[in-house]
Structure formats: C-alpha cells, structure tokens
C-alpha cells in the first residue's frame, strides 16, 4: 500500500515519518547487519573513538584532568585550559566558537560527525547492534524472535540481552560522571557509603536507566526525533555538502534484473538492500532526507549488490548534490569561506582573551554612605569593601598592593584571604594615602594583585579626598 503510494506520488515519502505506522503505531525498525569496506572503516575509527572516550579522564595535565566538564559547579577544563564560573563570557566565546566550527564543519562534510563519531551512533550501531546480533541473530531472526510465545530460550535471549545492555549503560553512566567530577572524585565516592552519596548514586541509577531507554528502545528516534543537530542539517547543508548520496543519474530509471535480459534501465536493480540495512527505515534514492545519520550501511549494501551483477561501486557513496548533477566538486564555496573568516575573528579574539586573563578578578569598591576619614598623620583613609576570585584549578593567596609610594592598605579584622580553587574571599579595607600624593578632590589609584612575586593582576579605584 505504502510502496504503491510512493509510485503514484514520488515525493510521497515526505507526507509522512516513516519511524511512525500508518496506524499511528511506531515502525521498528530491524537493520540487517551491515558488512563491506565502509563498515570496516567504520568499526576500527569505533575502535579508536571508544579507547579515547574511556581513555581521556585518565589522562592529567599539572595534576589536572585534561578534560573536566563539571556542568554542576560551572567549572570546564578543555585540554588544559581552565574555565571557571567567573569566566562566563570566555565560556560563552568558546561554545560560540564551537557552534561556528560545527557549522562550518557541517557546510562541508554534511554528517561525518553523526556517522562516525556521534556517541549515540558508535554505541548504538558499533556496541548494542553488535550484541543483538550475536545474541538474536540477523535483522529476519529478530523478527521472527519477537514474534514467538515467551519459551525458555526466548525468555533467556533476551534476559541475556537486556542484562547486558543494563551493564553497558551503567558503564556509560559512570564514563559521563567521569567527564563530570573527575575520575579522582568519582573512585572517592564509589569508595565511600552510598548513603553519604545519594543523590549521586540517585544520579548514576537515573542515567543508568536513560541510557538502557535510550539504547533499548529509542533507538533510531533520539537522532530522528529528539536531536537538534540531526534537525539543523537542513539549513547547514547545500548542494555542495559531502553526504551519502544516491547517484539517481546512474540509477534510474530502476528496474529489476532479468537474467539474459538487455538492459536499458539505469544501475539500481531495486533489489532494497539499501533500504533493509538502513538503521532509520529510509530509501536514500528519494534523496537526502533529515533521517539519514550517514552510517555508511546503505553505501556498502549497494557495493555489495554492484560486485554481485558485475556493475561498478559507487552508486551509492560519499557525494555532493552537485557533484551528481553538474560533475562539480567544490568544497570551498563563498559561504564556507564567510563561515571561515568569521571563525578565524572568533578565535583571535578567544586567543587574546585567553593570553590576557587575569589569574584573579578583584572588585574594590567604596563602602556606600562613607567619606573620606582624614588622619592626624597627614594621611587620608578610604574605606571599600572588596571581593576576590581566584579563576584557577589551583589555591592561591594573594596580596594586594597599592602603586602610590607611602600608601597602604589596612584591613578591617583580618581576612583570609587563602583562596581554594575558584574560591572567593571579600572583606573591608581601608586605603590610606599621603595627603601630598592627592593632587586633586577624587583621584585615581591604581592597585594590583601578587601571589609572591607574581603580578596576578592591575585595577583602579576611585579615592575621595577634601578638597584643597
Ligand atoms: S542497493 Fe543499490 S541497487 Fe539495490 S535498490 Fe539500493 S540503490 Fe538500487
Ligand atoms: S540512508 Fe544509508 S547512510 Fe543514511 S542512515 Fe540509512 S543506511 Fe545509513
């Protein structure tokens, strides 16, 4: 009925979400196991992608993780550069830079990312496919599986399968806390009573769950339905993006083979075999469509079948629209060139943020309602209240020291100011100045902040003085 509708009306396909029954109820989908050149490729890039993803919250820097994303407490190292609370707008400029790299990154390669490198792809089409396969068997088995009354081994089958994929998601939930708190942080927990961790432990068991739910039955949906990249594809790709295309001037018309048979028709033998292997339930030949995660299946169903009837490879493979119509492969267009010099301003900016950040942000300001106190030592006073930040991973105790000769500063009570890692210490604090290094009734003075010798940071602050 479904494949009629598509004869009668070619762009049929796009009326409706193939993921969705015509009963309203979901399309499951049962890929057939992939196998081919691609897919090889694919397994060992997995290989590697797995090994840095469990392998990176090992490695240190400095005594540092060299990746931190502690979305909790707002604290982000990236490859060694440390981003704290304090430093939003170089956070905000990072993740501006990285949106503007996807972007561009998408322009030219399409999906590359979805396919290849996407933990929602590598685990679900490279870990748990894997073991359904091993376990069910083969996308009809499954069917057929599924279908059955519950017997021992049925029962057993999938007990074994979901045992293991509740494991697989538990690792994943603490590889993700790993990001979070740090391995460090995380082994001191796992090591301590779980009834001083609850909430973290509520944490492991929600994510846990999230990621069986995600891997066991989502599935397809998270990259069709929930998300946004997958969304965006339409507005960050043109005609001259690298997405896995069907080569409709090669194929069509299709026909089926007859053996003995001259053939007139185009390349595509309509044998399905892209459609069957599609871990979305699409036909690439209807073209690029949102769906497509660019997992390279359908590329080598269709090798396969090509080397079969004695055709050449390629009929489906890694193209543009262009290159396809007009022979015309151009990488490098006046929008992906645009998108380049915007990136290469970004960066400069980000990298001149980055080479002039303080190691300290301090606030100096007068105490509201005061004066000037003048002093039977031919001194004025200023009283402020401050605050400072230490924006490092590390302690720091700071001092501050003012750049007038003669002046000084003196605390009221006496502050602690031994700042922990993105830690914050405030007070009051009096300036007290010359009076023959005043020259005016508000002047400027000028202020800076040392951990032992260091220089951390430089401020001014306003001094009020009568009037002479
Ligand atoms: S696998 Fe190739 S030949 Fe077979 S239907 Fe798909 S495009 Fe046509
Ligand atoms: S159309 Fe091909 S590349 Fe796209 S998701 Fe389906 S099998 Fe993968």
Known sequence: MKE????????????????????????????QKPSGKWHNRRAW???????????????????????????????????????????????????LSFMLFIVLFTTIFGRLW???????????????????????????KQKL??????????????????????????????????????????????????ADHISLFAGIVIFTLIFYFNFAWLRDQACTVVCPYGRLQGVLMDRNS???????????????????????????????QCVSVCPTGIDIRNGTQMECVN?????????????????DRGLIRYTSENAITQKNKKLITPRVIGYMVVLVLLWSVLGYTLASRADTQTTLFRAPGTQYIENNDATISNLYTFKIFNKTNHAITPTIKIDVPGARLQFAGNPDLSLPPTGMAEGTVFIIVPKEALQARKSKLALSVYEGKRKLESFETTFMAPQE
């Open 4 to 31: 009629k509708h598509i004869i009668e009306n070619p762009d049929a396909f796009r009326d409706q979400f193939n993921a969705v029954a015509e009963d309203g109820k979901r399309n499951w989908f049962y890929p």
């Open 45 to 95: 890039f997995t290989v590697l992608i797995l090994t840095v993803l469990f392998v990176l919250p090992f490695i240190k820097l400095n005594d540092q993780p060299l990746v931190l994303l502690n979305v909790i407490e707002r604290k982000f190292i990236i490859f060694g550069l440390f981003i704290g609370p304090q430093d939003y707008w170089l956070f905000g400029l990072t993740m």
């Open 114 to 140: 979805c396919g290849w490198a996407c933990p929602q792809t590598v685990f679900m089409e490279m870990v748990f496919r894997k073991i359904e396969y091993a376990i069910e068997g083969d996308a009809g």
């Open 145 to 194: 599986l599924n279908k059955a009354p519950w017997t021992a081994s049925k029962i057993g089958k999938k007990g074994l399968k979901y045992s293991i994929f509740l494991a697989i998601s538990f690792m994943i939930a603490n590889l993700l806390l790993s990001y979070v708190l740090g391995v460090d942080e995380l082994s001191r927990i796992i090591h301590e009573p779980i």
């Open 242 to 272: 690298i997405i896995v295309a069907y080569d409709y001037k090669r194929g069509e018309p299709r026909k089926k083979l007859h053996k003995g048979q001259d053939r007139t028709a185009g390349d595509c033998i309509s044998c399905h």
């Open 295 to 311: 997992c390279t299946a359908c590329i080598d169903a269709c090798d396969n079948i090509m080397d079969k009837v004695g055709f």
